[in-house]
């Protein structure tokens, strides 16, 4: 069976069992993985998944679940259990019912052939290869390829079939004990990875960053590279969920129409790029994705919303549902038109941050937060890196840092390893008065 028989049989059922609206979608994943680490493959392994998600209303009573035996009698017996559970559940005050289908969706691409094991090794070795070529002394990373099939089916007429695949790879090189570097290339289609160029471009960071020395807290101007931001941003655009903002958990309650970042800055979620490691063709409630502008040259335009949030805010669906928490497709920021190059020399005296770990938020509401300085901090004056720094923390406020963005670049780079889950395609950014802190003591 198809994805989407799998999630029209899930449908039938609830339907006979008495629930006023299913929706089911299917997801089929394959998977590859190569890990590599001291210069040298570790593990190769492929694997397979399917799991089938399930939402039930009776009486606008919820509930909602996910299985991974997909077997007739499996399906069965959780719609069964979901069915009782949602009518010993409270009525959900904003429950809207699904949107009218039948939808029309665009076509689906057609996927090349999935690259051989011995493939995904020679991304590996490109990698390495590369890294060493530019000085390192260790490589280590993942290097991924994944195929995902979706099939959604609605109890109000929506069926819908859709599938892309992409690559992935994440590289961290070595020049000593204490200096490394990051670096990732990622990809819808295979002309488009470059696991060489991560090598190199992970190895030369690592090669500046040698002898590190302890940094000073206080305020500095700062390049943010492509990491950091798509990090930042992807906080940003949750932000913007609907279920954020009305659950207190976002900076922007209450802020639609007001400007909220530099007038440099425009963020889109966009599900329908060609290019877009996240792209799909429908939402969870079978309404066609779409692109939406959500901070517009700093003024905040769209929150991101599924049938429910729509409706208590009087505009329409953007596209973007979960049945409880509308959620991103993949995050586009809009270039600058500084160079790479020239962005660094603008800064006089400041920091340069390529990478960071462990963004933690400590007040979702204000927007303060601290995240790590990993794999590449360093000193800049003149426009010109001077010293590689070690131990510092940016502990800042999101809406402040927004507001303070005074360039960004003409380049931009797509985004996607554990640190930012959101595909992302975002510049470097210069930005004013950061706040660091010791993240040692």
Known sequence: MEPVDFASFAVNTGIRGGAEDVAATCIREDVKMVRFSNSKVTVNQAWHSSILNIMVAVRKRVAIGSIEDLSRGSVKKSIEYLLKTAKITPPKRDYVRLPKGPFEYNATQKLPPPPEGSTMIKYVEDAIEGALSK???RVAGTSLYRKVETGIATSAGASGYDSLS???????????????????????????FYPAQAGEEAAEIAVKAANPVQGEAGLYDVVLGPNVFANLVNDVVN????????????FMVNRLGERIASGSLTIIDDGTLSDGLNSRAFDDEGVPTRRTIIVDRGILKSYLHNSSTAKKYRCSTTGNAGWIVPQPWNIVVEAGKLSEE????????????????????????????????????????????????????????????????????????????????????????LVRDVPFTRSTK
């Open 342 to 429: 020239r962005i660094l020399q603008e800064l006089d005296d400041g920091l340069y941050v390529t990478n960071n770990w462990y963004t933690r938020f400590h007040d979702y509401r204000r927007g303060d937060f601290s995240t790590v300085c990993r794999d590449g901090l360093f000193r800049v004056k003149g426009g010109e890196i001077v010293q590689s720094l070690k131990g510092l923390r940016i502990s800042g406020n999101l809406p402040k840092i927004l507001r303070n963005i005074v360039a960004l670049s003409s380049e931009r780079r797509w985004v996607k390893w554990w640190e930012v889950d959101v595909p992302t395609l975002t510049p470097h950014i």
């Open 239 to 250: 932000a913007a969920s609907a279920f954020n903002v009305d659950a207190g958990l976002s």
């Open 135 to 137: 000085g390192a002394e």
């Open 166 to 192: 992409s690559f992935e790879i994440s590289v961290r090189a070595f020049s000593d004990e204490e200096s490394s570097g990051h670096a990732n290339s990622c990809a819808r289609n295979e002309k488009d």
